[in-house]
């Protein structure tokens, strides 16, 4: 199915089941600790074996040397199989990072061997039996360095004259922003188990957002024929990116799978997680903007260097400040500078989520400079057409409704003017604002429906990490096919199902629901075929045409199967497509200590049609949390001098947790908008976390009068700068 022009009015303006606030459909297997986890999946094989990994305990260089003969021999080992063993595995476009074989090291905690043995705990003994030599080589470790040292600007785009604009500017600002390296320290590890005993066909259950991506990658991998791997991810316990791309606990169980004869399951043990996996890389940032004395702004200077390995894309701070505020004259340049660290990829948000951090304190500073409100000065800077191509405009935006309405909601107007004003005992309190902006990306995303047996059953390669799509995608079968939502069944998550989209970048409700609905009207084409009846309509359970009323699940015959994939047009490329939100915090920080407690937290979101407002709610309530975790405590620790990550655990990286949350709150817009899907949806997922740390950020200066600009916001930052005791 082709959609190649905006939606008209159709069914989903008139829904009795999309739109409406459903209960997850796997909320019981969650919180009685039955849905299957790809490490739990004691169930799918017998006879399995455990793999624990080795990584490297340098940065970069060669092994010289392995000897595992005293892991071999140890208790219940079944096999070791070192780097040095193999050739290096090839590598798909998608990984940067090696995943295993050879001697080079490119970054610390690579995987350099695997122990399989019949417990996890005999496994993991073996591993530090193995005897490793190196010869190490001097690497590059810190961005700051790096930053000093940048001479040319490796310019993205520019448009109109900025250096002239700037020449001009009756008001400006010019400053320097750091964001930290962060990672994904999601509740499930990486995890796999791997059935490849005939060294032919490999069966692979394991935790991954994308099944066609991962699948592709892991037959380049292997040197095998995507014909002969099948995998499995039914539940993902939390991915935020980190799960996109093949990593080293696939490849290591599908390796010891093959040497032992038998299933192997493997686990990246929690400090795999920061130094092995993939993470958000730290950036440095250089914001100035330009303004008249009116307040519009004029001008935009953004540049940001981020860490990659060669090869990498890190992470691109300055993609936002193209589109979201207007101004003609603008510049953005982004350099990913090649260091020995481990591997930077996507993160919840990639690039808007550090770039909104920086650009919505710059704002504020903007306005500050300007004598204006912030919330005024945002509005005022509104733009409903992008700024680099203006005959390109917004299908749907709603930005100033979401400021206006939060500012209402939050009670703004009462916030104190005068930073450092407001103090409650020991407490001084502050209200701070941001805008929120994320593109609202669709991707070709194809399901099967079958009507079996008084069901109808979708079956779709999606997945489900934990944002709920097993729910809308049962709301989107009921509503098209005219059902209760009980009588779907669906099944995700296996590479034997239709390619969808896949759950990433905030596509992943959108277009699979979309793919989804295709899905149903080709079973709804076969079954007025079957029936001999043309438009019939599908509604309480019933298939409806002139005189024919006949129940859904009556009609006789062989199984009925609709399959088909939605295309997105290019007339999308025509116009912008966005999602857009406002955040409002209030903070109280302690006068004497500098500690900062979160008091409260508004976000208020423009993303189309929401098709379940608690599913929703609950993906932007996560993202505003991890948004106030990279604001105040999220920071990966670099040892410039080893070239690792030092605080690889969760006791060392600091995540928000429930008692830094005491009262968040999300409003929806009533919006939709049909050029983003037939069902006028657009992802909402990862806008909580685009630009909520910046309002934090806004709000402790309105609470202290002191400006920090390097993330995360910790109290050592400020604590020279208090008000004196």
């Known amino acids: 199915m082709d959609f190649n022009q905006s939606a008209d009015e159709n069914l989903f303006d008139r829904a009795r089941i999309i739109g409406k606030p459903h209960k997850r459909i796997d909320g019981a297997l969650k919180v009685t600790g039955t849905a299957p986890y790809a490490y739990e999946r004691n169930d799918v094989v017998e006879n399995h074996l455990v793999g624990y990994p080795l990584g490297a305990s340098i940065a970069k260089g060669r092994i010289t040397r392995m ?12 096999a070791v199989i070192t780097a040095l063993d193999i050739d290096e595995l090839p590598r798909a476009d998608s990984n940067v990072a090696k995943l295993f074989g050879g001697d080079l090291v490119e970054h610390y905690h690579q995987a350099i061997a695997v122990v399989v043995a019949e417990t996890l705990e005999q496994a993991r003994a073996a591993t530090s039996l193995i005897e490793v030599e190196y ?15 940048l001479q040319d ?76 791997i099948r995998l499995e991810s039914p539940f993902v316990g939390g991915g935020f990116g980190g799960k996109l791309w093949l990593r080293a606990d696939a490849v290591l169980a599908a390796l010891g799978s093959r040497e032992t004869g038998r299933p192997v399951k493997v686990a990246l043990p929690r400090p795999f997680i920061f130094n092995n996996a993939t993470h958000r890389s730290g950036t440095v940032q250089r914001l100035r903007i330009a303004a008249n004395k009116d307040g519009r702004i004029t001008a935009f200077d953004h540049s940001a260097i981020s860490h990659t390995l060669p090869g990498g894309s890190g992470e691109d701070a300055v993609n936002q400040t193209r589109c979201f505020y207007a101004g003609e004259n603008r510049r953005v340049a982004h350099h990913a500078i090649d260091m020995n660290l481990p591997e930077a990829a996507d993160m919840r948000a990639p690039g808007e989520a550090s770039g909104l951090a920086v650009l919505e304190i710059a704002m504020d500073e903007m306005a500050e400079k300007l004598g204006l409100d912030p919330v005024e000065f945002r509005i005022l800077n509104d733009t409903q057409v992008n700024p680099e191509e203006p005959h390109k405009r917004y299908s749907d935006r709603h930005f100033v409704e979401c400021l206006q309405k939060g500012s209402e909601a939050f009670g703004w107007r009462e916030r104190n003017k005068v930073p450092g004003s407001r103090r409650e005992g020991q407490w001084l309190i502050g209200q701070g604002v941001a805008g929120a902006y994320r593109g609202a990306i669709t991707m070709d995303s194809g399901a099967r429906v079958r009507l079996s047996q008084g069901k109808l059953v979708v079956e779709t390669d999606m997945t489900d990490i934990g ?42 409700a959108a277009s699979s629901t979309a793919g989804v ?65 406002a955040h409002f915090v209030e903070v109280a920080v302690n006068a004497y200590t500098g500690e900062t407690r979160l008091r409260r937290m508004l976000s208020v979101c423009d993303a189309g049609r929401i098709l379940n407002p608690i599913t929703a709610r609950s993906q932007v309530l996560g993202g505003m949390v991890m948004s106030i975790g990279a604001a105040l405590s999220e920071s990966l620790s670099i040892d410039t001098a080893r070239g690792f990550f030092a605080n690889h655990d969760l006791a060392g990286y600091e995540i928000a947790v429930h008692a830094d949350i005491p009262e968040q709150e999300v409003i929806f817009l009533d919006t939709l908008d049909g050029a983003s899907t037939p069902l006028k949806a657009k992802g909402v997922g990862e806008l909580g976390i ?36």
């Open 67 to 78: 000897d595992a003969a005293a892991a071999r021999n140890a208790e219940g080992v079944a």
């Open 135 to 149: 010869e190490e080589t001097p690497g590059e470790f810190d961005l700051d360095d790096a930053w000093k040292r």
């Open 153 to 228: 600007r490796d310019v993205i785009n520019e448009v109109g004259d900025v250096d002239a604009a700037f020449e001009r500017a009756e008001v400006s600002i010019d400053e320097i922003y750091h964001t930290a390296s962060q990672s994904h320290a999601m509740m499930e590890p990486h995890a796999s188990i791997a059935d490849w005993c005939d060294g032919k066909h490999l069966t692979l259950w394991t935790s991954n957002q994308m099944i066609a991506w991962s699948k592709k990658a892991l037959a380049t991998t292997l040197e095998l024929d995507e014909a002969d």
């Open 467 to 508: 944002t709920g799509s097993y729910t809308i995608i049962a709301q989107t079968v009921a509503e098209t096919m005219g059902v209760t939502m009980d009588e779907v069944e669906v099944r995700l998550g296996n590479s034997a199902y239709p390619v969808s989209s896949g759950s990433g970048g905030q596509f992943g």
């Open 517 to 581: 609905y295709a899905a149903c009207l080709a079973l709804q084409e076969e079954i007025g075929k079957r029936l001999s009846i043309e438009s019939p309509r599908f509604e309480n359970g019933r298939v409806v045409s002139g005189d024919q009323d006949l129940g859904l699940f009556e009609i006789e015959g062989e199984e009925l199967v609709g399959e088909d994939t939605l295309h997105f047009g290019d007339f999308q490329d025509e116009i912008e497509l966005g999602t857009f939100g």
């Open 690 to 725: 685009c630009g909520g740390a910046a309002a934090v950020a806004n709000a402790m200066y309105n609470a202290t009068g002191i400006r920090l600009r390097d993330y995360p916001l910790t109290l050592d930052r400020m604590l020279d700068r208090l008000p004196a005791i």
